[in-house]
């Protein structure tokens, strides 16, 4: 069984530009989880897609919003790029919520320049 | 919110030596996992084990849920093991996929 695959793998942007990235989870998974990691910040948790609807999101401004297709495919943009923007994004996958075992993409590296 | 502290940060070895990594957490939890984080950032999943010990090859793991703690044993470590690992929990609010991940054990191995 295929894992979670995140596209782009790596991403240059300038400040102001916005951006989307890609998740599919691993084939039957229906949660899909986004985290954000920093070397100031470590991972951090960003928003929770289930059956196409956001259940939680972490701390973070309007700019970072998401969404889950009917084929449980994420995506996640950010507007208005800024320099503290440039991270490690990695998708998470899980088969239904609530004490399941996460599972997680290669993730997206984002350089804002 | 949960709180969830790693020790060591940094730990260096001989190939060969044994070691143990902690992870304490401040509240009950349902889900912890541990993760190693290999040099390219994926995070690969090594035990889902919010209570109980497992044990998979050279790596096992022990969590005391009523203590609020759990370990990762690394036997025999291979220079391969190098990396991070981190140990993350959600807490026992239920109705959330949201992990809170601890600042993670930096492991080098020395040949």
């Known amino acids: 069984k295929a894992g979670v695959t995140q596209t782009p793998r790596y991403l240059i942007k300038t400040r102001g530009q916005q951006v989307t990235l890609s998740c599919s989870p691993i084939s039957g998974h229906r949660s899909v989880s986004w985290y954000q990691q920093t070397p100031g910040q470590g991972l951090q948790f960003l928003f929770e897609y289930f059956s196409e609807t956001q259940r939680n999101k972490g701390n973070f401004p309007g700019r970072f919003s998401g969404r889950q297709f009917s084929n449980s495919r994420s995506e996640m943009n950010v507007s208005t790029l800024e320099l503290g923007d440039s991270a490690l994004y990695l998708c998470a996958s899980s088969l239904m919520r609530n004490q399941e075992t996460q599972y997680f993409g290669p993730g997206t590296r984002l350089l804002v320049l | 919110g949960i709180q969830v502290e790693q020790s060591p940060p940094d730990l260096i070895l001989q190939e060969g030596a044994n070691s143990t990594l902690r992870c304490n957490f401040s509240?009950?939890?349902?889900?912890l996992q541990w993760f190693h984080q290999n040099p390219w950032g994926q995070l690969i999943n090594l035990f889902y084990i919010p209570s109980g010990t497992k044990q998979n090859g050279r790596l096992s793991a022990t969590t005391v849920a009523t203590e609020r703690y759990s370990l990762l044993y690394i036997s025999s470590s291979q220079t391969t093991d190098s990396g991070v690992y981190f140990c993350a929990v959600d807490g026992t609010q239920g109705g959330s996929e949201k992990l809170v991940f601890g600042k993670g054990t930096k492991l080098t191995v020395n040949p």
């Open positions: 509240d009950s939890v349902n889900n």
